[in-house]
């Protein structure tokens, strides 16, 4: 039984491929039977209402056909994680053929206890969301690294890593380029029934703190009593595992390390500090909230945030590597920059897949539809208070599913859901923490999600198994997050809502 179960486990790659076919399918289906929602929005100067139609593509149509064999390179080549990806494992590449990565976590988590290194690596990733989508391919292969060199499977790190990333989406103590776009949205909303209506970008501050924090002890807790145990005997290789004293060349291509970083770094901040002199010129200074200098379309910072990165983890490689001696050369930091490409043939196989998935998905509009005909609820039901409020989290966490964009979701739901929470008593600002609680809660189970396809592949990268890891495998490994956490949010939102405690500064749960 056991090897005709192996023989039917499908590789990720045909996962997607099968995927891919469904949806072209079930689009041609929808499209045959007019499946199609009306949208709303909110025009910026009447503050009046229009409306449009949004239906189905039909993907299994010779339009559809066309738009596959047309746009599937392009696609690939311009989708986000890939080219991330490859950029950012050059710079990974020099950290662990040097041998950066083994010493400094030694250093740093020899003596830590285990439960302490996950809980750091968790809250890490819960507040990583401040970087944007660039956090997936950071913190996935640096978590596997720690976890690596502390003697444990990586496999438990990257699992954990993605369940903070996706699980703390939407709970950010700091203010996001993604906040600041779904601010305006709520306040345009606002504006329909209060025209005076203000809202702060610190008006969230306290729950989304109290909300970090919780997650990540939570996340901690399942990651060592869940996850942990189903790998808890598969570490093959001892070599890797063994007890490190650092010798004195390491401690010195460390300093080294610390101060070509220091430095780099340095100057990289004055450059996002504005009104010094000569300083800020990394920022879009046409913009007047600090965090969109930062991360607007035309931020300098916003689109080399991958190269500073990159640039800063070649630093850390190549100044560890010239103090320790294991870089002498050029020809040694040149095989460092493709250290971590070797063997990536797969990945990149595995990307192709997602990318094709993701775009048909995003051709169909079948999400789109989807989350218009789930706000459309709050036009016929007449729910006030915590029904009023677990009924967005719960349309947040199911839209989520088929439309991962977070601003793409708000901008259909939130013309709809801000005034009927108005109409109830309940501000925007907690209409609009809710939604990112709720979305959070489902972000890692969908494949749908661009840089899901990060998470499995790493996990395929540093799995001993022979057969791969499947696709509803890794997200299975993600349920106990999803379920935990949603009861987590949802305690913390109506125990929020029932005393009546400030949300932030200036801002509230009640009107």
């Known amino acids: 039984m056991t090897k005709v179960k192996e023989k039917m486990t499908l590789h990720p790659v045909m996962t997607f491929l099968i995927l891919t076919g469904v949806v072209m399918i079930i689009s041609g289906v929808l499209n ?3 499946f199609e929602q009306v949208t709303y929005s909110v025009n910026q100067t009447t503050l009046e209402y229009t409306t449009d139609i949004v239906s189905v593509e039909n993907v299994f149509s010779l339009s559809g056909l066309k738009y596959i064999f047309s746009s599937t390179v392009s696609n690939f080549v311009n989708f986000a994680p890939l080219s991330s990806l490859i950029i950012i494992l050059i710079g990974f590449g020099v950290m662990e053929k040097s041998g950066f990565l083994k010493t400094a976590i030694t250093f740093l988590a020899k003596k830590m206890k285990k439960n302490t290194v996950t809980f750091i690596i968790v809250f890490l990733s819960v507040i990583a969301s401040l ?63 209060d025209l005076s209506y203000r809202m702060a970008s610190i008006s969230g501050i306290f729950i989304m703190g ?89 931020s300098f910072f916003s689109n080399g945030f991958v190269f500073v990165v990159t640039i800063f983890f070649l630093i850390l490689g190549l100044f560890y590597g010239l103090g320790s001696r294991t870089i002498k050369n050029n020809k040694d930091f040149v095989d460092a920059l493709g250290y971590s490409l070797d063997g990536i043939g797969k990945t990149l196989v595995l990307i192709l897949a997602a990318s094709l998935f993701v ?35 719960i349309i947040s966490a199911i839209a989520t599913l088929f439309l991962p964009a977070s601003i793409s979701k708000w901008s259909i739901i939130s013309p709809i859901a801000i005034p009927v929470f108005m109409n109830a008593g309940i501000t925007p600002e907690f209409a609009q ?50 379920t935990i956490s949603a009861i987590v949010f949802l305690i913390l939102i109506v125990l929020w809502y029932i005393i009546g405690l400030p949300l932030g500064i200036n801002g509230g749960t009640v009107l």
Request: with cysteine.
């Open 433 to 482: 923490i809710i939604f990112r609680f709720g979305e959070s809660v489902t972000m890692g189970l969908t494949p749908v999600m661009a840089y899901f396809v990060i998470y499995l592949a790493f996990l395929n990268k540093n799995s001993h198994e022979e057969k791969p890891i499947g696709l509803f495998k890794a997200i299975k490994y993600q349920v106990p997050y999803a």
């Open 359 to 393: 775009s048909v998905v995003k051709y169909s509009n079948i999400g789109t539809v989807i989350v218009a005909y789930l706000a459309s609820i709050f036009r016929v039901i007449n729910f006030e208070g915590l029904p009023l409020i677990i009924l967005l989290f």
């Open 131 to 193: 970087m944007g989508d660039i956090s997936y391919i950071v913190m996935i292969p640096l978590s596997a690294a720690v976890f690596k060199y502390g003697k444990r499977n990586p496999l438990i790190g990257i699992i954990a890593a993605f369940a903070g990333l996706t699980c703390g989406e939407g709970v950010s103590m700091i203010f996001t380029s993604v906040d600041s776009s779904l601010l305006s949205q709520s306040l345009l909303s606002a504006r329909v029934i």
């Open 32 to 34: 045959l039977l007019e």
């Open 210 to 298: 109290v909300a970090v924090l919780i997650l990540s002890f939570v996340i901690t807790w399942i990651t060592e009593n869940v996850i942990a145990k189903k790998f808890s005997n598969q570490i093959d290789n001892e070599e890797e595992f063994e007890d490190k004293v650092l010798t004195r060349k390491e401690l010195r291509g460390l300093l080294f390390a610390i101060f070509g970083a220091s430095v780099y770094f340095l100057i990289i901040l004055y450059n996002i500090i504005p009104g010094l002199p000569f300083s800020g010129n990394l920022l879009d200074n046409t913009q007047i909230l600090y965090v969109d200098k930062l991360f607007s379309y035309n």
